[in-house]
């Protein structure tokens, strides 16, 4: 059998209403709707006047994606997918082309339109052999009316009485892959850490690690960071962990050096930051934010300031001692 795309009815339990409806007797022989009926689904058209066709990798939908994998594969696919289906049919499939105008279509066997699509009860199967199918799938597998997994709709990401949802594992499984591939990265990075530079990216995902912290504890907690996939809390909440831990292993020597600098000053209480962003030193404004005061330090005719701090900094924790 070759590829095949899904599209599967959401099912309800109506069983336990008291009243005889249609929808409990329907659900009582685990159906949704009167065999042979259906739902007709034409192309989504945005208020911008161009056509959601799961095929434009500028659609509106993929830039509110936030998981960046996940963006990322959409885009991917949808580029390779248009290009293949513009050779196979031969027309144009951009976003505000006729083609998506099921108006303009002269008959049922008209292949310079779109054609509508019926979805049924049950489990609706789109042979992706066929381009004309899986132009198809593609578009309805973005339709606003269709969730697009069965997860998404039960996290109310879809309105509740969505009637049919997207059942695709190769889309599932390219996201899962991308994610697992950039943890195992990271992880392979860590591990090629000296045990300063472990503590130094540890401090700036905003971990509790302390020059007495082992090596082996700040390895797990930036092992346990990595897998949760995202801060649950913190400067950085709702953001990659493996993105910010790259973003931070990969970041220059002397840089991470005066960030980490900058961390431990802010954490012992040496700055403190205002409302604004504004970085004080006691009374004395030292600079307008931490990009200010990084650029500050990094610069060559202030590295007396540098010194100054980090033997502050060891002061302050010779006094902790």
């Known amino acids: 059998m070759g590829r095949i795309g899904k599209i599967s009815t959401i099912k309800r339990d109506f069983t336990t209403s008291p009243l005889k409806t249609m929808d409990k007797g329907l659900a009582e022989k685990n159906m949704t709707r009167i065999p042979g009926?259906?739902?007709?689904?034409?192309?989504?058209?945005?208020?911008?006047?161009?056509?959601?066709?799961?095929?434009?990798?500028?659609?509106?939908?993929?830039?509110?994606?936030?998981?960046?994998?996940?963006?990322?594969?959409?885009?991917?696919?949808?580029?390779?997918?248009?290009?293949?289906?513009?050779?196979?049919?031969?027309?144009?499939?951009?976003?505000?082309?006729?083609?998506?105008?099921?108006?303009?279509?002269?008959?049922?066997?008209?292949?310079?339109?779109?054609?509508?699509?019926?979805?049924?009860?049950?489990?609706?199967?789109?042979?992706?052999?066929?381009?004309?199918?899986?132009?198809?799938?593609?578009?309805?597998r973005v339709h606003p009316t269709i969730a697009s997994s069965y997860q998404a709709w039960e996290r109310g990401e879809f309105p509740a009485d969505t009637q049919f949802y997207v059942a695709d594992?190769?889309?599932?499984?390219?996201?899962?892959?991308?994610?697992?591939?950039?943890?195992?990265?990271?992880?392979?990075?860590?591990?090629?850490?000296?045990?300063?530079?472990?503590?130094?990216?540890?401090r700036q995902l905003g971990l509790p690690v302390s020059d007495n912290t082992k090596e082996e504890v700040v390895y797990n907690m930036i092992d346990s960071a990595l897998k949760e996939t995202e801060f649950k809390s913190g400067k950085y909440q709702g953001m990659s962990s493996v993105d910010m831990f790259h973003r931070f292993a990969d970041m220059k020597e002397d840089i991470l050096h005066i960030k980490d600098v900058i961390a431990q000053a802010l954490s012992l209480n040496i700055y403190r930051i205002k409302p604004g962003g504004k970085i004080t030193q006691g009374e004395a404004e030292v600079a307008k934010d931490e990009e200010s005061l990084l650029k500050y330090l990094l610069s060559e005719e202030n590295q007396d300031a540098l010194i100054t701090i980090e033997g502050e900094i060891q002061r302050k924790k010779l006094m902790a001692v």
């Not at 105008?101 to 052999?129: I, Q, W, Y």
């Open 169 to 202: 594992e190769d889309i599932e499984n390219a996201v899962v892959f991308k994610k697992k591939q950039k943890i195992n990265k990271a992880i392979s990075k860590l591990e090629e850490m000296t045990p300063e530079k472990k503590k130094k990216v540890a």
């Open 37 to 140: 009926t259906g739902v007709f689904k034409f192309p989504y058209k945005e208020l911008s006047g161009k056509y959601r066709t799961g095929l434009d990798p500028l659609a509106a939908y993929i830039q509110r994606i936030q998981d960046p994998d996940e963006k990322a594969a959409e885009i991917e696919r949808v580029t390779k997918l248009k290009e293949k289906l513009e050779g196979l049919l031969e027309v144009d499939l951009g976003p505000r082309s006729s083609f998506w105008d099921h108006s303009k279509s002269t008959s049922p066997e008209d292949t310079g339109h779109v054609r509508p699509a019926k979805l049924l009860d049950g489990v609706n199967l789109f042979a992706l052999d066929d381009p004309f199918k899986e132009l198809t799938y593609s578009w309805l």
